[in-house]
Nanobody, 124 residues
């Protein structure tokens, strides 16, 4: 079993920055995609950004370079650094893990493990 626990959500003003953390435990992630999905009110879950290794990443079109994923292997933690946040970014953000099946373009059905989610609200 893999456990993923997110932290760092909260209220932030438009244009602001925020950093999410995800503490992972239960197994090694050397063969797994790690990353972040989100779900806005009334919307489907969508991929924010994922990584196979520290040098290969894939992001949703809406990211446009505003979000960066990184990993601290020593602490078994993955991060999502967000800047230039917009009200449209308001959502529950989920840390995810998925077995690599040949592509970094994954949807909700491809995710094997989910965190419980952390809420980000972008508002004045």
């Amino acid at each position: 079993q893999v456990q993923l626990v997110e932290s760092g959500g909260g209220l932030v003003q438009p244009g602001g920055s925020l950093r999410l953390s995800c503490a992972a435990s239960g197994r090694t992630f050397s063969t797994f995609i790690l990353g972040w999905f989100r779900q806005a009110p009334g919307k489907e879950r969508e991929c924010v950004t994922v990584m196979l290794t520290g040098s290969r990443r894939h992001s949703g079109d809406f990211v446009k370079g505003r979000f960066t994923i990184s990993r601290d292997n020593a602490n078994n933690t993955v991060y999502l650094q967000m800047k230039s946040l917009r009200p449209e970014d308001t959502a529950v953000y989920f840390c995810v893990a998925a077995r690599y099946r040949g592509t970094l373009v994954i949807g909700e059905r491809d995710v094997d493990y989910w965190g419980k989610g952390t809420l980000i609200t972008v508002s004045s």
